[in-house]
C-alpha cells in the first residue's frame, strides 16, 4: 500500500532521517518505535506528504507521492503528535469545522459526525468545550477528526503519551476495532513496547535516523533467542553491586527498570550463584531474582544500548 524507498532528511547540522526503508500492506497494524529524537516524527511527516525529503521517494499504491501528494492525502488521516482543536469550540463544533476543511458535505457531515463520536466513546460530551476535557479526551476527539473523511489509512504520532490508564486502554482498544472492524490501515508510533506488542502485526525499530531492526514480535524477540533475562530486585541498589554486574565478562546487558534491574545473560548460564556472591561482595540485601526471556524492551536495549523511555 505504501512504501518509503531510502528516505534522507537533513535539518541543518542533523540527519534526523538517515535511509529509512519501510512498508506498510493494506490491513496492517504497523508499529515504529524508537526513543526521543530518532527520527519518527519527521519520516512521519514526509510519509503523509506533508514535509519533503531530501532525498528518497514515497510511493502509495506504487505512485510517488513526492510528486503527487494528493492520491496520497484524500485516503490519509493523521493523528498528530500535538493535540490540534479548538478550545473554545465544543467536540461537535471541532468536528464541523475539520469536517469542512476536509469538504465533506454539510449533510454527510452529521452522519459522520454521530459515527465518529461513537466511536472515540464522545457522545455525550459532544456539546461540551474541549477546554473543559481531559488530556485523554482531546487525544479521542482528535482520533475522531483524523477519521471524518474515512480514510482507508491512519498515522498515529504517539496518541497515548501523557493520558490516565482509561484513556490509554480506551484509544488502544479503538485502534484494534478500527482495524479488525473497518479495515483500516494503521501506523502507530511509541515509546512503549507493550503497546506495540498489544497491537501491532509487524514493528520497525528506529534509532538515530535509522530502521535497526524489524519483524513482527516473535521475530524481534528471536533477535535475543540465545539470551535469558535475569531480574533482580534489591532493598537498595548500589553502584557497587550494578558495576560488578555490568564488567561481569558474561553479561551482555544490564539496565534498572523501576525499582529492578535487567541482566542480559547467554541462555545457558546459570547465573543465580554469581548474583548471590556479587550480592554478598557488595552488602546488598536481594529481594527476589527471576529469569525471564526476554521481553523486546530487552532487544530494543541490546540493539541501541539505550532504554526507549531514556
Ligand atoms: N524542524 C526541525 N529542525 C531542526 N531539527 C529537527 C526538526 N525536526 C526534528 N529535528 C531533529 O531531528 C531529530 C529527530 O526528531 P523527531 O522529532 O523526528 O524524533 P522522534 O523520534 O519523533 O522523537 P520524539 O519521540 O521525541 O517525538 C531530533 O534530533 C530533532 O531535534
New binding site residues.
Partial sequence: MLEALDLKKQ??N?R??DGVNLFIEQGEVVGLL??????????ISIISSLLPPSSGDVRFFNESIIKKPQTLRKHLGVVP?EIALYNNLTAKENLQFFGKIYHISSNLIKTKMEEVLEIVGLQEKQNDLVKTFSGGMKRRLNIGVALLHEPKLIFM??PTVGIDPQSRKYILDTVKRLNREQDLTILY?S?YMEEAEYLCDRIYI?DQ?HIIASGNNNEIKGILSSEQTVVIEAEIIEDSFLNKLEYHPSVTQVYRQENAIHVIVPLEMDFFQTIIDIAGETETSLKSVQIQTPSLEDVFLHLTGKALRD
Avoid at 34 to 43: C, H
Wanted: aromatic share 4%; hydrophobic share 25%; net charge neutral.
Fill in positions: 535539518f541543518k542533523t534526523a532521517v524508537g526513543p526521543n529524537g530518532a527520527g519518527k516524527s519527521t519520516t503528535q504520532d504517539e508510533t515509546h528506529m535516523g
